[in-house]
């Protein structure tokens, strides 16, 4: 049995040691710009398209982790340089964690953006992405849940371009918001953190 005194040095060592786990893993998480947050948040049914024309939906969020950022296909820079840092990234984890989660691209520019544009678009990265799209109703709808804001153009004619956040959603398997990799991305501490934050069950 311990003694009163044994009790106390042990929670007080436990107490001493707590704060500097916490410290260093928001150090960590610091050094590669994940926000988590406090509790998951649900996110609303919602339905768009995926770049083979078929059905995502809240459903397709489910069984496996998702990096979802929104953009568009004639970004000039924000856009592919997330997709090479990301693939970059990715193609650093183990195995096991990288088939564990899928990047998607969803479109803040419909018009333009059909389901064909962001399959060929996505496919000169040759890392498994996928794209959506749909219409705008639906799309803000998403862009609100995932704290991911973007303008929609005012004209969709000629040369445009449109205003949208630099930030990633994580959402969980059991499809619920659950941080952001907020920009600007910093790869190497990205590659770090970012599978303890992956290898989560939920």
Known sequence: MLTMLQRSLALLALACVMPSF???????????NILLLPRERAIPE?????????PFTSASLQQRWHILFFGFTACPDICPT??????????QLPAEIREGVQLVLISADPARDTPQQLKTYLSYYRAGFIGVTGDMYQLQ???????LPFVPAS??????????SGNLALVAPNGSLRGHIRAPLKPDGLKEMLP???????
């Open 22 to 32: 916490a410290s260093d893993r928001d150090t960590l998480l610091d050094q590669a």
């Open 46 to 54: 919602f339905e768009l398209i995926d770049q083979d024309g078929q």
């Open 82 to 91: 997330t997709l090479s840092d990301m693939r970059r990234v990715l193609s």
């Open 141 to 147: 709808k998403v862009s609100k849940a995932l704290g």
């Open 155 to 164: 004209e969709t004619d000629g040369d445009y371009s449109v205003s949208h």
């Open 196 to 202: 303890q934050v992956l290898e989560r069950k939920r």
